[in-house]
């Protein structure tokens, strides 16, 4: 089975301070993402990668970036902390194909920051 | 992508079959329907997909109607691990982004 692992389950962070999200995938996918989830506003869609070192911006990219230096990590950085992003983050791999490919999840961080 | 509507929630008996609708009246010739669902405190767990026809696995069956405005998701014995928010997605076939709206809770009851 397609295993995806985030880092932390729960992390409690500073305002200002720089966090950092790991996730890593064991299934060679090409395609990795970032989203975040909140009451009321449902699953959003942060920053995606389709391969190393590429990266393109989601629905709500502001106070976040991301690297992707090896295939199987993406990482979502927090440069300054803010309480408003406090959250459940999820992170999701899939393989590149001809456009009906499934995600694979991972348990999610939820994080506060305060 | 096409806008899908689904209930806010919906309630079923464990051991009879669970039907989630879902309407995407704007889906275009070359969107697939995807189903996911997501267990409290875990992410979501694809469930089914398909594209014009009827699909099973082990986990579910996905009806899609023939003008392919609205499917759906059929759990045939629901148990109470069922319990969870379904997400109903149209997604086109180039680019990998998947738009999760609000979904259904689906609560099975003893």
């Known amino acids: 089975d397609v295993k995806v692992t985030q880092s932390s389950r729960y992390l409690v962070k500073r305002t200002g301070e720089k966090v950092f999200l790991e996730c890593v995938q064991d299934m060679d996918h090409e395609n990795m993402f970032w989203y975040r989830q909140d009451p009321g506003l449902g699953l959003r869609l942060i920053y995606f990668s389709y391969d190393v070192k590429m990266k393109e911006k989601g629905d709500i990219p502001e106070g976040y970036s991301v690297s992707r230096e090896k295939k199987e990590r993406f990482s979502l950085i927090l440069e300054s902390a803010s309480t408003n992003q406090t959250s459940m983050y999820l992170c999701?791999?899939?393989?590149?194909?001809?456009?009906?490919?499934?995600?694979?999840f991972g348990s999610g961080t939820q994080l506060s920051v305060l | 992508d096409a806008k899908t509507t689904q209930p806010p929630s919906m309630d079923c008996a464990e051991g009879r079959a669970a039907n989630l609708p879902c309407n995407h009246s704007?889906?275009?010739?070359?969107?697939?329907v995807y189903w996911y669902r997501q267990i409290h405190s875990q992410g979501p767990q694809y469930i089914i997909h398909?594209?014009?026809n009827n699909e099973t696995n082990e986990m579910a069956s996905l009806i899609i109607t023939e003008d392919r405005k609205s499917s759906t998701l059929i759990l045939p014995h629901a148990t109470l691990r069922d319990t969870a928010v379904y997400y109903c997605i149209v997604k086109e076939t180039s680019g990998s982004r998947l738009t999760f709206g609000e979904g259904t809770q689906l609560t099975v009851n003893p």
């Open positions: 398909g594209l014009k």
């Open positions: 999701a791999s899939s393989l590149a194909g001809q456009g009906d490919e499934k995600l694979f």
């Open positions: 704007t889906i275009s010739g070359n969107e697939y």
